[in-house]
C-alpha cells in the first residue's frame, strides 16, 4: 500500500508540506513548567503546559473506511480513559483528526492543516499516505504510529508499527497451511493481493515460503479500485489452488470467499490481518468467510482471554453498546495508543516533551508489553527491525468477538527466523 503513485508523485508532495507545513522541528523547545511545580519539561510544538496534541490521519470514507472509523473508536476510548486519570505529565491529551479518505494528495492537505499543531502523529493509515508524509515527518522529527505493517517501511526511525510485517504474517500463514491444512509440497497456492508496498510486501513471504517449500504459487495482482474477484477466482480454480492467501481489503474478501463458494472452490483462504472487519459478517458472503476464511495477525483476536484484550473488549462495550470492535480496528488503535503513552510518559520522565525528546522515548523502549493486545512484547531500540515477531493465527466465527476465534497461541514459524529482507 506505499507504491500506489509514482516516487515522482510522492516526492511531489513531500516538496508541497516542506513548503506549506506550519510545523518545524522543536521551535518552541525553550521550555515550560509541568504542572504542579516540577522541574521544568522542555515543549514545543503540539505540546503545552496543559496539553499534549496527537494527530491522527484515518480513511474515513475510502476502501478502509470501516477500519478506519473503527480505529478512532479505540483511540477516543484509550485516550478519554486516560484523560479521566489525569492525562500524561500534568497534561490531557487532544486528539487532531482529519480524514485522507485512502489518497495521499488528501493525505498531505491534511497534514498540512495540523502539522504545526501537534507533537507526534498517533494513527496514519496506508502505506501510500505514510510515504507521502514521511520526508516531513523526519524532517519535523515527529513520531508516526503506522496503522500498517510492510517491512519497506524500515528502518525509518520516525515510524512504529505494532508488531511484525506483512512478509512475515505471509510467511506464517503458509506454516499454518503446510501444518494444520494438509498442504505439501508440489501443491498450488493462490496469492490475491494489492498491488503497492501492503500486497506486494506480503508477496515476498509467500514467495519466500513457496520456494521453500516446493510450492506453486499463482499471483493475481489487484487495485483497491477492483470490486468483482470473478476472474481471479476462476484463475485460482483453473489452476487447482489448495488454498488461497490474500492481501487486499474487505470488500474484495467478500468477492473472493462469496465467488470461491459459489464455484464449489472449497479450500482454506488466508488473510493478511488488513483483510478483515467484522462487518463482513452482515454481507451474503458470510457463511463462506465463516467456512473458510482465517487471519494472520500480531493483533489479538478479541476472544483472546488476556488481561489487556479483556479490559479493552469491556471498556468498548461499554462506551459503544451498539458498536462492533474489531482487532484490526478498535483493538489497533488502542494499541497504538498504548505505544504513544509509553513513549509520551518515558519523554515526561526525561524531562522533554519536544518531538526529538518523544521519538528518543520511542526508541528506549524494548519490552513494551501491551497485555496481550499486540501478541508478545513490542522492542522499539532497532528501526531495522519490527518491533514484535510472532503472530495470532484466527479463524472467521460468527459468534467470536470480532468475529475471529484464535487458534492457539501466539508464535513464529521457524521459517520466519531464517527469512531475510
Known sequence: MRRVGSIATVLA???????????????????????????????????????????????LSGVFAPNGKAMMEGANLYWDAKNKAGGICGRQIKVSVQDTGYDPQKAVAAYQQMSGDVVGLGLVLGSSIVSALLPNVQQESMFLNFAGWTSDILPSENVAIAGTTYDIEAINAVDFLLTQKGLKSGDTVG????????????????????????????????????????????????????????????PQAASLAGLAASQKLDVPIVANGPGWTPQLLTT???????????????????SVQSEG?????????????????????????????????????????????????????????????????????????????????????????????????????????????????
Do not use: W
Open 284 to 302: 451474503p458472503a458470510a457463511d463462506a468467510l465463516a467456512a473458510n476464511y482465517h487471519v494472520v495477525s500480531s493483533m489479538a483476536p478479541l
Open 309 to 421: 484484550v479483556q479490559k479493552f473488549l469491556s471498556a468498548y462495550q461499554a462506551k459503544y453498546p451498539e458498536g462492533t470492535p474489531s482487532s484490526n480496528g478498535s483493538l489497533y488503535a488502542y494499541a497504538g495508543a498504548q505505544i504513544a503513552d509509553a513513549a509520551l510518559t518515558k519523554a515526561c520522565e526525561d524531562k522533554d516533551l519536544t518531538r526529538k525528546g518523544v521519538l528518543d522515548a520511542l526508541h528506549s523502549l524494548t519490552a513494551l508489553d501491551t497485555g496481550g493486545v499486540v501478541a508478545g512484547t513490542l522492542d522499539f531500540s532497532d528501526p531495522a527491525s519490527p518491533p514484535g515477531n510472532l503472530v495470532y493465527i484466527a479463524k472467521v466465527s460468527k459468534d467470536a468477538p470480532g468475529g475471529l476465534e484464535a487458534l492457539g497461541e501466539p508464535s513464529q514459524a521457524a521459517d520466519a527466523e531464517s527469512f531475510k529482507r
Open 13 to 59: 508532495l513531500a516538496v508541497t508540506v516542506a513548503a506549506c507545513g506550519k510545523g518545524g522541528a522543536e521551535e518552541n523547545a525553550g521550555g515550560e513548567p509541568a504542572g504542579g511545580g516540577e522541574a521544568a519539561v522542555k515543549t514545543g510544538p503540539g505540546t503545552t503546559a496543559d496539553a499534549i496534541t496527537l494527530g491522527y490521519l484515518p480513511d
Open 191 to 250: 496469492h490475491l493481493y494489492f498491488e503497492g508496498d501492503y500486497g506486494e510486501n506480503a508477496l515476498k513471504g509467500s514467495e519466500f515460503a513457496a520456494e521453500k517449500h516446493g510450492l506453486k504459487l499463482v499471483k493475481q495482482k489487484i487495485t483497491p479500485a477492483d470490486q468483482d474477484m470473478t476472474g481471479q477466482v476462476a484463475a485460482f480454480k483453473k489452476a487447482g489452488v489448495k488454498a488461497i492467501l490474500f492481501s487486499a481489503a474487505p
